[in-house]
């Protein structure tokens, strides 16, 4: 066993002997610091091995890992980084103790090292919910440990979409508003950067102007997220183009399958019918968000509103309806039903209904001549 040992020893010695003769002496001198983590003498001898050996890229990468990623100075490993991809990125180098193309290293370390800064924001982002009074520190950290992801690793969009959420809980609306576009610009195809950054803007005070391509290209890339096509519904609604909102709805509606967000798309569809005037659009859908959710007042309310609108329609001869008492009649009388079924189940709010079916009966007896 002991003649085996020494055998093993002699070889490794070897091994190492032939690796560091292929060195300089500079390099030699900073590596053997390395092995004895004598970091401030590898950390003096590295660059004077840079300045022998500038073609080597072996040495940016060991002095970017073993002396910048230990210190935190991330900026400065990744220049080094990029100096050994601009080097040779299919080179195989040896970094602590495993042999890879440069490319490979750099890839699997800037992975490595953003993945740990991002990490490490979020946990401090969690501990907010523990303790809100000291969100404002927390916050902070955490702004700070994603800026050090940006810096390791900056075509990462989904690090700009959460740094902008942190700045906009810390009240930079600016910086929220800047982060999130920059997300959107490192990825351009993706849905998330394109989504957060819409609903950043409008949280900031943008404008519809700013906010709308950012919606419509989320939409695009993910036609079946019911959430962007209701979010970009209203902001088409916002802006008073109804028919393209309606559209959208529509679309939103289609690509659902949750009873209740299906429930609200359609009491929002309601809602746009009714300002269109539109109380045949309006009652199909105010119906069809009732049915998903019964316990929707206020679509049931909807849909008395849409028998109303019917009744002053014929009522008064207008927008294609022919004019016709009876018929106007006929629609105010369903008007008060559907809000008296729905006053006995809401209790609370009485006397509201109350009020409501003082002007329907007022106009029923107008359109009975009475």
């Given at each position: ?27 030699t ?46 900026v ?88 902008a ?48 391509p ?17 979010e970009?519904a ?115 709010n ?21």
């Amino acid at each position: 066993m002991l003649k085996t040992e020494k055998k093993f020893l002699s070889i490794i010695t070897v091994l190492v002997m032939i690796i560091f003769s292929c060195s300089s002496q500079e390099y030699t001198t900073a590596k053997l610091a390395i092995q004895q983590q004598d970091f401030p003498k590898a950390a003096e001898w590295l660059p004077k091995a840079m300045a022998v050996e500038p073609d080597n890229p072996e040495i940016p990468v060991v002095m970017a890992v073993e002396i910048h990623a230990k210190n935190g100075h991330w900026v400065k490993m990744v220049e080094l980084f990029d100096l050994a991809m601009d080097l040779n990125p299919e080179k195989t180098i040896e970094v602590r103790g495993t042999f890879l193309p440069v490319k490979e290293v750099v890839n699997n370390y800037k992975e490595h090292y953003w993945a740990n800064q991002f990490n490490e924001g979020v946990e401090q982002f969690k501990k907010i919910e523990k303790d809100a009074e000291n969100k404002k520190i927390f916050l902070e950290k955490s702004i700070e440990h994603f800026q050090n992801a940006v810096a390791i690793k900056p075509s990462d969009a989904s690090t700009y979409s959460t740094l902008a959420k942190c700045y906009f809980d810390l009240g930079d609306k600016e910086a929220a508003k800047d982060a999130a576009l920059t997300a959107v610009i490192k990825n351009p195809e993706s849905f998330d950067a394109n989504f957060a950054a819409g609903q950043i803007i409008a949280r900031v005070g943008g404008t519809a102007e700013e906010i709308l391509p950012l919606y419509e290209k989320a939409t695009v890339i993910n036609p079946s997220n019911s959430k962007a096509l209701r979010e970009l519904a209203s902001l088409y609604y916002d802006m008073g183009n109804k028919e393209k909102s309606i559209q959208v709805f529509e679309n939103a509606i289609a690509n659902e399958e949750d009873g209740i967000v299906k429930a609200d798309l359609f009491f929002n569809l309601g809602v746009i019918h009714t300002q269109m005037q539109n109380y045949e659009g309006a009652e199909k859908a105010f119906e069809e968000a009732h049915f998903l959710n019964e316990e929707d007042f206020e679509a049931a309310l909807g849909i008395a509103g849409s028998y109303e609108g019917l009744g002053d329609k014929y009522l008064n001869g207008e927008d294609g309806f022919e004019k016709d008492s009876n018929e106007a009649s006929r629609w105010y009388r369903k008007a008060e039903k559907k809000i008296k079924s729905v006053m006995m189940v809401d209790i609370d709010n009485t006397a509201k209904y109350k009020k409501q079916l003082e002007l329907l009966r007022y106009k029923r007896d107008v359109a009975d001549g009475g």
